[in-house]
């Protein structure tokens, strides 16, 4: 049986490498994979158009939809958009929420793709605060596809999280586990600085009674930083300064992980020859953690599929980005959000 | 090597021809394959009418042959495909209710048994010669050529080469360096240059399609000029032709509708499709209006769902780019010995260096 045709709307402007890797990662997804799956090019129509010229694509599946203006990745967000109504973030925003496209995937301004999908789609009831959700490599894999990925949410869509925002996020971390990932009953954990329910900050105290008390989760308990990249958990709660924090943390230390053994590897000849034996391994490790084979962050709480990449994105990243999105639309995302979040 | 007029064509003599439509086969009327030995293999074996055509190619030729008792088109075939094949590819047509006036094969039998392997699988000097020969044997030397082929070989090279010869803008001593360049066999290339050196410089051809079958990137064909259109599909191509004039509002919708009931389109494929050629300034908005006068006043064919075409012209219209740009700049003529030289450097160069993880 076909499957139902989506639509993915892309900020082509958003990012460092914008529009040209943008661009190229719409014209390669075009040309592969589901042919029910049609893409919307939001930005400089010249611009786009002249990338799309000297890239291979499916016109079939391509359209552009010219936008004025867009965010740039210094600007304060809140003020951008303000003045900028015609940014392509926005505009791709839009026509989720008008009904034009199912999903939006940017690599732009985060800040900004998260208010401008917070300006123009709803919040889903019971949703107290949208977050983003991101995933980061464990050496255990779970559920039925052997995911070695395990997920963290809030990386930064808002700072600070009442309690209940933070039982909001466990059960929308809940729901995207079980429904992307196949986890029939995803382990959840709120991060804190002891594994003590009475120890930590007010609202995490808080937060543990409510998430125990909760009767469709499967909590398990605080967990502290170190326990993060174990992965013995499946979904990990915090509010959104603390699992920017950790995300970043956990990215830098695999970074600085290769940079040691590049150091090694130039210093002496044993350990080059070591190294060497080693790559396809090593390899293997780096592509388990390069955040350009994940994609990007699903913002969750909205009645949509947004999909948030880095900023660093390049060709590759954005391809995965698109993916995610039409997986994340695919498996019905936002009715199985808004479900876990009436329970 | 050309097929005899049937009765039926005989009926058609009297109706005096307007334009003529050149096609390629492979990749640019029937999808075949034949990047691999398996391919081959397969393509030679398969039964008429298990081969499928490009979408719109049989929607579109049927508008090009669709009868008319004031004036007529002439369509040709030239394929790469063996000489052993035509009784398969003329029931293919036959099936597809496609009448060519002539149809080309290339004598790939002979070529291997002759010692002539470099023209088994070189299509330059084949597809001139016959370009020539086919040329050189109607009287339609005034009447317009539109010309189609595809990105897998060399069509849009073989054809602008064709293109220049026919309306005098390329001269017999380039036309020999070109040939040199492209190491056709002695023999084939005097017979080029024989036809060439007889061709009445008053042809002309309008536009050049090339079914971007590989999905080459469109720019890689402006060296060549503007009057190539690469192309995704059919509807593609009726839109220009409807844009040109040389196709009416009801054949453009036809086109439209064939793609709807035989290749299982959308409104949003076509819609898309029309956006990329507005994109790329191979149409401009006043074309677009023109359809939507045309859809207005005139009759819509019900091949179409009733609303369909509006629907079409209103969501390209919405998307229809809003900036003012000009149609891209060319720097010609085309540099035939250069082009050559450098698709041959970008084949070699396709090994790459592979990089460690630490180097």
């Known amino acids: 049986m076909a499957e139902r045709p989506i639509t993915i709307a892309i900020d082509a402007m958003g990012g460092y490498h914008a529009p040209a890797d943008v661009v190229a990662a719409v014209a390669q997804a075009s040309q592969v994979g589901d042919e029910s799956v049609y893409f919307l090019l939001v930005g400089d129509e010249v611009r786009i158009s002249d990338a799309l010229y000297q890239a291979g694509h499916n016109p079939e599946r391509i359209s552009v939809v010219h936008a004025g203006s867009f965010v740039q990745l210094g600007e304060p967000a809140a003020a951008a ?76 869509a808002t700072m600070r999280a009442r309690p ?180 | 090597m050309t097929s005899e007029p049937s009765v039926d064509m005989q009926k058609d003599i009297e109706v005096p021809v307007v334009h003529v439509y050149r096609w390629d086969l492979d990749k640019t009327y029937l999808q075949t394959e034949f990047d691999s030995v398996r391919d081959l293999i397969r393509t030679a074996l398969q039964k008429p009418e298990d081969k499928a055509t490009v979408p719109g190619a049989i929607a579109l030729l049927r508008e090009i042959k669709r009868p008319s008792d004031d004036e007529r088109s002439l369509v040709t075939f030239i394929s790469g495909s063996p000489t052993q094949m035509r009784r398969v590819l003329e029931k293919k047509f036959e099936i597809d209710g496609i009448r060519p006036d002539a149809f080309v094969l290339k004598p790939t039998l002979e070529n291997i048994l002759k010692g002539r392997f470099k023209a088994v699988r070189g299509q330059v000097g084949y597809k001139l010669e016959a370009l020539l020969r086919i040329r050189s044997e109607g009287t339609y030397e005034r009447i317009p050529e539109t010309l189609f082929g595809d990105d897998a070989e060399q069509d849009a090279f073989i054809y602008s080469v064709y293109a220049d010869l026919i309306s005098g803008q390329l001269g017999l001593d380039v036309l020999r360096d070109v040939l040199v360049e492209a190491e056709v066999y002695a023999t084939t290339m005097e017979k080029i240059m024989r036809f060439a050196a007889h061709l009445q410089p008053v042809g002309s051809v309008d536009r050049i399609f090339i079914n971007l079958d590989r999905r080459s990137p469109p720019g890689r064909f402006l060296t060549l000029g503007p009057r190539i259109v690469p192309i995704v599909n059919y509807f593609q191509a009726a839109l220009v032709l409807y ?57 819509v064919p019900d091949v179409v769902p009733k609303g369909f075409a509006e629907k079409l012209v209103g969501r390209v219209r919405a998307l229809a780019p809003r900036s003012e740009v000009n149609a891209r700049e060319w720097q010609g003529p085309p540099n035939y010995i250069e082009i050559l030289r450098s698709d041959r450097a970008m084949k070699e160069a396709v090994t790459q260096k592979k990089t460690g993880l630490f180097s």
């Open chain 1, 81 to 156: 958009l303000e003045q900028k109504r015609d940014a392509s973030v926005a505009m791709a925003c839009a026509l989720v929420a008008h009904g034009d496209a199912d999903a939006v995937v940017t690599a732009g301004h985060p800040g900004a793709a998260v208010l401008a999908a917070l300006e123009h789609l709803k919040m889903l009831p019971g949703a107290t605060r949208a977050a983003l959700a991101s995933v980061y490599p464990t050496p255990r894999a779970r559920g039925p596809q052997n995911d070695r990925l395990g997920l963290i949410l809030d990386v930064g």
């Open chain 1, 164 to 343: 209940e925002d933070l039982v909001c996020f466990a059960s929308m971390g809940s729901a995207y586990a079980r429904v992307v990932k196949g986890i029939e009953r995803p382990r959840v954990a709120l991060l804190s600085n002891s594994r003590e329910a009475r120890v930590g900050p007010p609202e995490i105290v808080a937060a543990y009674e409510l998430l125990r008390a909760h009767p469709s989760l499967n909590f398990y308990g605080n967990v502290e930083g170190d326990e993060i990249p174990k992965g013995d958990y499946d979904v990990i709660v915090c509010e959104g300064f603390v699992g920017d924090v950790a995300l970043k943390l956990l990215e830098g230390t695999g970074e600085a992980a290769f940079e040691l053994a590049r150091s090694a590897y130039e210093r002496k000849m044993a350990w080059r020859m070591g190294l060497r034996l080693l790559s396809g391994g090593l390899k293997k490790i780096k592509t388990a953690t390069d955040f350009e084979e994940y994609g990007g962050a699903p913002l969750l709480g909205v009645d949509g599929v947004v999909i948030l990449a880095h900023p660093k994105s390049r060709k590759k990243a954005v391809g995965n980005a698109l993916k995610l999105a039409i997986k994340n639309v695919r498996a019905g995302l936002t009715e199985q959000v808004a479900h876990a979040l009436r329970e």
């Open chain 2, 243 to 299: 844009a040109d004039g040389t196709f009416t509002m009801p054949s453009l919708i036809r086109v439209a509708g064939g793609m709807l009931a035989q290749d299982d389109y959308g409104l949003m494929e076509l819609a898309n499709s029309f956006q990329d050629l507005l994109r790329r300034r191979i149409l401009t908005t006043d074309d677009l209006e023109r359809l939507e006068n045309d859809l207005s006043g005139g009759d």
